[in-house]
Antibody
Framework: QLQLQESGPGLVKPSETLSLTCTVS??????????WGWIRQPPGKGLEWIGT???????YYNPSLKSRVTISVDTSKNQFSLKLSSVTAADTAVYYC????????????WGQGTLVTVSS | QSVLTQPPSASGTPGQRVTISCSGG????????VNWYQQLPGTAPKLLIY???QRPSGVPDRFSGSKSGTSASLAISGLQSEDEADYYC????????????FGGGTKLTVL
């Protein structure tokens, strides 16, 4: 049973870079069954897909965020990470990491989510 | 404005059957399968239906999904109070190098 856990600062200043890490347990991040993704949810609003990465480094990003997003993977630590640059208050959200089944795009395992607030 | 369109709200009484629609386009639902998620208050989303009509292990058969053309539906039969939640559809979109798109979500109220 895969388990995912987000970690990182809960408060980021405007114009700075948001950085989060997702630690995977119960399985290998090098599995060919999964991509590893990030999804966010602003308070009181719906879900927004941010992007996803395969263990090989292949990435897909939300076109509306692509210029500011970098997702990377560290197979030695069984972790993957999200960096979102030049943040504004609109980036305040609960950020979830999740598995994304290769070839199918559905998210079957989710982290509990972490709230990131952008404020000075 | 979400790429996939869902009604913002739906409701039903215990035991009823309710359906939630999800409308998209040729580059997403028209080309790929649809996934549905249930989000209970204060919790992470949970996969409810994948590949348009498949239930993960542990999801009751009261939940079913279907897809036709560029639209999809989630049906819940024998509605229960614990089904009160937000429901989201999602699909892969082939445009712009490929990405996942979500619906705006439907809040289901059990009256």
């Amino acid at each position: 049973q895969l388990q995912l856990q987000e970690s990182g600062p809960g408060l980021v200043k405007p114009s700075e870079t948001l950085s989060l890490t997702c630690t995977v347990s119960g399985g290998s991040i090098s599995s060919s069954r999964y991509y590893w993704g990030w999804i966010r949810q602003p308070p009181g609003k719906g879900l927004e897909w941010i992007g996803t990465i395969f263990y090989s480094g292949k990435t897909y990003y939300n076109p509306s965020l692509k210029s500011r997003v970098t997702i990377s993977v560290d197979t030695s630590k069984n972790q993957f990470s999200l960096k979102l640059s030049s943040v504004t208050a609109a980036d305040t959200a609960v950020y979830y990491c999740a598995t994304e089944r290769a070839g199918y795009s559905y998210n079957d395992y989710w982290g509990q989510g972490t709230l990131v607030t952008v404020s000075s | 404005q979400s790429v996939l369109t869902q009604p913002p709200s739906a409701s039903g009484t215990p035991g009823q059957r309710v359906t939630i629609s999800c409308s998209g386009g040729s580059s997403n639902i028209g080309s790929n399968s649809v996934n549905w998620y249930q989000q209970l208050p204060g919790t992470a989303p949970k996969l409810l239906i994948y590949s348009s009509n498949q239930r993960p292990s542990g999801v009751p058969d009261r939940f079913s999904g279907s897809k036709s053309g560029t639209s999809a539906s989630l049906a819940i039969s024998g509605l229960q109070s614990e089904d009160e939640a937000d429901y989201y559809c999602a699909a892969w979109d082939e445009s712009l190098n490929g990405h996942v798109v979500f619906g705006g979500g439907t809040k289901l109220t059990v009256l």
